[in-house]
């Protein structure tokens, strides 16, 4: 793994995963915990290939991607945004807390633990 600085954005490059879905999801998670703020301008195609030492094409597909999801949103001339819809963001929280959820349900059962179980270690847990 290696770690990498474009603009304000730090990345953490994972050479056996997809580099367009750790784009996506690297950009999804700082948006959620409010480390890229509404509205703010992505870096360039050119400048994010360039700072990440990755294809252009790739980089157009995780934009594409997020403007799909409706999560950036691309202004002729001027670049890529983050949306400035509040609304959107918590839908991505929403959606990203419900995925972890579901991971955490699947892993709990993969290790035989029960619900009442389960629940009584989340209650005990400490939240940092």
Known sequence: METRVVGSLTFTIDFSI????????????AVARGEIKLGTKLPSVREM???LKIN???VVR????????????KRRGQGTFITTSEKKVKDLKF?????????????MRLLGIDQKTA???LKEAEWK
């Open 56 to 58: 252009p094409s790739t």
């Open 95 to 107: 959606k990203l807390a419900q995925e972890a959820i579901t991971n955490f349900i699947q892993t």
């Open 62 to 73: 995780a934009y594409l991607e997020l403007e799909h999801e409706g999560l950036c949103e």
């Open 119 to 121: 629940q009584q270690w």
């Open 49 to 51: 290939a360039q700072k």
């Open 18 to 29: 997809p580099l367009y879905e750790q784009i996506v999801e690297q950009i999804r998670h």
